[in-house]
């Protein structure tokens, strides 16, 4: 359990891993809250419930972590992408492939 939460927290940091928790209550309690309102208390039964807010948990955490995933993924690519030289005046390119040619981006190393 010791090495889960290394590995959690090697990727994510605290205030992150704790608004994750957070979230995951509010979904319960709404979810909890919603049930009580629409059916009458005899209908509710708490394993079906149970398996409800887990099975709303995990939905959520896979969404998340793919989320989270592109996003680390575009800022690793635009840190490497490097500084675009721009012009601030271009000239007007004599056909396409100049246009092209002038607007790719120069990594600097």
Do not use: Q
Not at 55 to 76: P, Q, S
Request: glycine letters at 8%; proline letters at 6%.
């Amino acid at each position: 359990m010791r090495a889960l939460a290394l590995w959690v927290h090697g990727h994510l940091d605290p205030s992150e891993s704790l608004l994750e928790l957070l979230f995951g209550l509010v979904m319960a309690f709404t979810m909890t809250a919603g049930a009580r309102l629409l059916s009458a208390p005899s209908e509710i039964a708490a394993g079906e419930l149970a398996v409800a807010l887990l099975g709303c948990n995990v939905a959520w955490g896979v969404i998340d972590g793919a989320l989270y995933l592109l996003g680390t993924l575009f800022n690793r690519n635009r840190r490497t992408m490097g500084p675009v030289a721009a012009d601030p005046f271009p000239e007007p390119a004599a056909n396409a492939y100049d246009a092209v040619d002038r607007n790719k981006s120069v990594r600097v190393a």
